[in-house]
């Protein structure tokens, strides 16, 4: 079987939790069938590997337009492929043109939903119509959906009742647990003046609404002076978002010690190393599909305390390897909290429990390393995925 997978992110070019999830699947899915990866940027020199730049006459055109033309030469490359695999609406649509192109089936992986996200507005401009017309036509026209919680499956048959449930699978995203592992050293701390040895929150991902880094922000006015803050927090959505939490952590400096704002792409050694010498992660996203972040926090040894919403139940087990805050949101798609002063309450209220108890800390931090090894090895998630495109394969040579 040849499986073209089809995405937006793959290494070394990564910036999110779906690239990862790519870059994973792929190397447990080459054990076991031929798979070539179709990526945007430049080029890679990775074997079953091509790389796609946006076209030069779309230089300037609003993002979303240079994503689909980038999508264009992605689809006819696929001739010869037994089934597509594609990765968030920026390669969708050429997942969904290479099936009607080449006639074969199309699997999507839905790692995050364009209605639930109404905020990309402020980013795309009218670039998000299309994103948003884009990834309807593409998951009303899949063959398969794999969705990367039981949570995400919900917010897709909601969001597009038009899809038959049946077609909808759940496969969670992976871990490494060899690679995201406990990390003794401390140099990435100590260079950054970070004590390795105070108690220590950690904030790890991209300045976006859905992350609700300014919720964790306003809880950290209320939690112990002793607690240190490192925020691994760039790439910001839109300088609006990037101008609030550039205040709020400007604040929080001139009022407390230990507050630190990491803006760079960290290697993974040193992220390991920083999330091992933490107290607690941190994941106060208004929307989360499913969280890698928590996962690899959760593979370092380390317990999470993070907003009750989407996947991130399934995920983090409350009172054992970590705990939940309630969240109340709006239903209007963009996840507002109802009462955000309660939210960021209970989140510090939740922060200060775990940072005053360090011994209950290290015991939901071991239980969180076994829960990530027992339940998202990339092993069984391949093996799950693979039974996902048997299905499909199956279902489209009976209707040939």
């Known amino acids: 079987m040849r499986v073209d997978l089809l995405t937006k992110e793959y290494p070394p070019e990564i910036y999110g939790g779906a690239g990862v999830h790519a870059a994973e699947l792929t190397r447990v899915l080459r054990e076991h069938v031929e798979v070539q990866v179709r990526c945007f940027g430049a080029p890679r020199e990775e074997a079953d590997t091509t790389a796609y730049e946006a076209p030069a006459d779309l230089e300037g055109a609003n993002s979303a337009l240079r994503t689909m033309g ?22 969708n649509f050429a997942g969904h043109l290479a099936s009607l192109l080449h006639g074969v089936p199309h699997v999507l992986s839905a790692h995050s ?24 036509t593409a998951y009303e026209g899949a063959a398969g959906v794999i ?7 919900a917010d897709i048959l909601r969001s597009y009742p038009s899809v038959d449930p049946a077609k909808v699978h759940v496969v969670h995203n992976g871990i490494d647990i060899d690679t995201w592992q406990p990390n003794p050293s401390t140099d990435a701390l100590t260079s950054r003046g970070i004590d390795p040895d105070a108690p220590m929150i950690v904030f790890v991902g991209r300045i976006t609404r859905q992350k609700g880094l300014p919720y964790f922000l306003r809880a ?18 839109t300088p609006e978002i990037a101008a609030e939490v550039d205040s709020l ?17 960290l290697p993974r050694g040193e992220l390991t190393q920083i999330l091992s010498h933490a107290t607690t992660f941190v994941c106060p996203s208004i929307y989360e599909p499913l969280g890698i972040v928590n996962l690899e926090a959760m ?10 919403t989407g996947g991130i139940p399934e995920v983090v087990v409350d009172g054992e390897t970590g705990y939940l805050v309630p969240l109340e949101q709006a239903q209007d798609g963009t996840g507002t909290p109802l009462d955000p002063e309660r939210f960021v309450a209970d989140l510090a209220g ?49 209707r040939s």
């Open 299 to 308: 593979a370092c040894g380390i317990p999470v305390v993070a907003s009750a």
């Open 249 to 265: 952590v400007s604040e929080l400096q001139s009022t407390r010690e230990g507050v630190h704002l990491i803006s760079e792409m």
């Open 147 to 153: 969705a990367v919680s039981a949570g995400m499956r």
């Open 70 to 91: 980038t999508d264009l030469p992605m689809a006819a490359d696929c001739a010869g492929t037994d089934l597509v695999h594609s990765h968030t609406w920026y390669a």
């Open 113 to 136: 939903l364009e209605p639930l996200r109404p905020w990309k507005a402020e980013q795309l401009g009218g670039g998000y119509a299309l994103s948003s017309f884009v990834e309807r």
């Open 350 to 398: 939740a922060l200060t429990r775990m940072i005053g108890d360090p011994e209950r800390a290290r015991q939901m931090g071991a239980a969180s390393r076994r829960r990530a090894a027992e339940h998202f090895s990339w092993t069984a998630i391949a093996e799950r995925t693979l039974e996902v495109y048997e299905t499909v394969l199956q279902e489209h040579a009976a």
């Open 220 to 237: 950290v006015r209320e939690l112990p002076p002793e607690a240190q803050v490192v925020l691994c927090a760039g790439a910001p959505d």
